[in-house]
């Protein structure tokens, strides 16, 4: 079972920091990805981390802003979002993938529910 946690209302401007906690699951098998979807758009990746934790991906939408990290003994993942824009607004998902990080949600063989991020103008 996966878990993304963390999300909440911010101001524009503001920081939001999210957390995917798995149980049940061999978490340092997979790599990780960070989706979100916003109302009437399609899942778009956000960013994603490799099973050790030594290559990461980033949407070009929040490249400098967000920082995906990982702590494989904690079986967690997590998504730091700074200089938050009302276009980040969305509800949050992290997915796990068996051989690569990929920025294809289909791809992604578990998905965790998600966790809604809203920033304010």
């Known amino acids: 079972q996966l878990q993304a946690s963390g999300g909440g209302l911010v101001q524009a401007g503001g920081s939001l920091s999210l957390s995917c906690v798995s149980s049940g699951l061999t978490f340092g098998a997979y790599h990780v990805g960070w989706f979100r979807q916003a109302p009437g758009k399609e899942r778009e990746f956000v960013a994603g981390?490799?099973?050790?934790?030594?290559?990461?991906e980033y949407a070009d939408s929040v490249k400098g802003r967000f920082s995906v990290s990982r702590d494989n003994a904690k079986r967690a993942a997590f998504l730091q979002m700074n200089s938050l824009k009302p276009g980040d607004t969305a509800v949050y998902y992290c997915?796990?993938?068996?051989?690569?990080?990929?920025?294809?949600?289909?791809?992604?063989?578990?998905w965790g529910k998600g966790a809604q991020v809203t920033v304010s103008s």
């Open positions: 997915a796990f993938n068996h051989k690569a990080v990929s920025t294809v949600p289909e791809s992604y063989v578990r």
């Open positions: 981390i490799s099973r050790g934790g030594s290559t990461t």
